[in-house]
């Protein structure tokens, strides 16, 4: 069984609230409710316009622009922090690592992630992730990127199993579902907020919870 990583394993939505947190320790003082309500909400507006873009600053200049603070991060050095801080702001839900390990006891689980090596690792490692599965496989490691076929092969590869032998389980219906179709693996589509499906995508199965996935495993 393959698992995505960000928004799958890892839930990106917290990271993201707790890496503001840390921009406030950092850049404001005293900041109150419900303006620091309205701060997150527009944090996590200029988060989500850049998602999939490595490059943050614009994400906290449009911040610091919109809610000047009293200490303003340079420009030079707001991308390694965001680098240093991000990762570190993940943690996994117990009950899904739970649901992980039963998993190993009867299959081989693997990891396909795109983004940048340094960053997933950190993610990864601060999880606790680097040795509950059997293969990890980063975008930027491998130079291929969800939903290229082949970074699914080469996880096949990796693990020795054949295609009708798999399941994918991720929460991007383009990148991780009609990704792993591509290379014959059934997808299972993630999606705790009970999102529609509006596209020509069918996944295998629809999941609202790890718990679910128990079931697949025969």
């Not at 609230?17 to 507006?45: G, R």
């Not at 680098?83 to 009867?106: A, G």
């Not at 509950?132 to 291929?144: G, K, L």
């Not at 693990?159 to 792993?180: A, H, M, T, Y």
Request: hydrophobic content about 35%; glycine content about 4%; aromatic content about 10%.
């Amino acid at each position: 069984m393959l698992f995505d990583l960000d928004d799958t394993l890892l839930d990106r939505d917290q990271a993201v609230d707790q890496m503001f947190s840390v921009i406030l320790e950092k850049c404001y003082e005293d900041v109150q409710q419900p303006a620091k309500d309205e701060m997150l909400h527009k944090f996590k507006e200029y988060d989500k316009g850049s998602y999939g873009d490595n490059n943050k600053i614009k994400v906290f200049e449009s911040l610091f622009d919109e809610f000047p603070p009293q200490s303003r991060l340079p420009r030079h050095d707001i991308q390694d922090f965001w680098n240093h801080h991000f990762p570190r702001c993940f943690s996994i839900n117990q009950h899904t690592l739970t649901i992980v390990n039963t998993l190993k006891q009867h299959v081989k689980v693997g990891i396909i992630t795109n983004g940048s090596t340094r960053r997933q690792n950190a993610k990864i490692l601060n999880a606790h992730l680097n040795s509950c599965f059997d293969t990890i496989i980063i975008s930027e490691e491998v130079r291929m990127t969800k939903p290229d076929k082949r970074i699914f092969e080469l996880a096949l590869h990796k693990l020795n199993v054949q295609p009708e032998d798999v399941l994918f389980v991720g929460d991007d219906l383009e990148k991780d579902i009609r990704g792993c179709q591509h290379a014959h693996i059934k997808g299972i589509w993630f999606n705790p907020q009970r999102l529609k499906n509006d596209t020509d995508i069918k996944p295998y199965a629809e999941i609202n919870s790890f718990d679910r996935l128990i079931s697949y495993m025969n």
